[in-house]
């Protein structure tokens, strides 16, 4: 089974700082997606990276998917408190079924 | 247009008894995913349903069951509930069938006691 891990599990950083996430797969990704959830709710789809290389932004949110298509990074730029939550990263294995990663959990000091 | 709306949203069971937990997909969606999410396990893939019929299963027991309705909403049950059935029951909905681009309910809290 496919296998996807984050680092770090969890981040503490002050309002206005920078940060990174790391979703690390154990194959070789084909697609792969980024969620956002806030504590005891649903997911918030952020993007879908499909090619080696490629680099998605959503206003201060910006995934990578490195050109040996086994990692992703998540950078945020100048944190806010609106940012606070759990980042998932997910894939689709050939199975057609949906896999997430472990999870990092933000919080963000204002 | 509204979102995908999970009932109940928060549910206490007794070991033994089962529970079924209803999504109603955004209008025009056919597809209904559910999934798992527990501290230990993460987020876990259970079914998905698309056109009444069951397209994908992931591995959990057969105590696990879903059904879809012509009208695309969605049940699923839990027989012979465990201490370990308790989590967040989470359904997304798309418009075609295996779409990454899902939209989540709330969830359903279930506590097994």
């Known amino acids: 089974s496919q296998e996807l891990e984050q680092s770090p599990q969890s981040l503490i950083v002050q309002e206005g700082k920078n940060l990174t996430i790391n979703c690390t797969s154990s194959?070789?990704?084909?697609?792969l997606y980024w969620y956002k959830q806030k504590y005891g709710e649903g997911l918030i789809f952020l993007m879908m990276?499909?090619?080696?290389?490629e680099e998605k932004s959503h206003e201060k949110i910006t995934a990578k998917l490195d050109e040996k298509k086994q990692q992703s990074s998540l950078h945020i730029t100048a944190s806010q408190p609106s940012h606070a939550g759990i980042y998932l990263c997910?894939?689709?294995?050939?199975?057609?079924?949906?896999?997430f990663g472990t999870g990092t959990s933000l919080t963000v000091i204002p | 247009k509204a979102g995908v709306t999970q009932t109940p949203r928060y549910l206490i069971k007794t070991r033994g008894q089962q529970v079924t937990l209803s999504c109603s997909p955004i209008?025009?969606?056919?597809?209904v995913s559910w999934y798992q999410q527990t501290p230990g396990q993460g987020l876990q893939f259970l079914f998905e349903?698309?056109?009444?019929?069951?397209?994908n299963k992931g591995n959990f027991p057969g105590r696990f069951s879903g059904r879809q309705f012509s009208n695309s909403r969605s049940e699923m049950n839990v027989s012979t509930l465990e201490l370990g059935d308790s989590a967040l029951y989470l359904c997304?909905?798309?418009?075609?069938?295996?779409?990454?681009?899902?939209?989540f309910g709330p969830g359903t809290r279930l506590t097994v006691t």
């Open positions: 997304a909905s798309s418009l075609v069938v295996s779409s990454y681009e899902q939209y």
């Open positions: 349903y698309f056109s009444e019929t069951q397209r």
């Open positions: 194959k070789t990704l084909y697609g």
């Open positions: 997910g894939a689709d294995s050939t199975g057609n079924q949906f896999y």
């Open positions: 990276l499909q090619k080696g290389g």
């Open positions: 209008s025009g969606h056919r597809s």
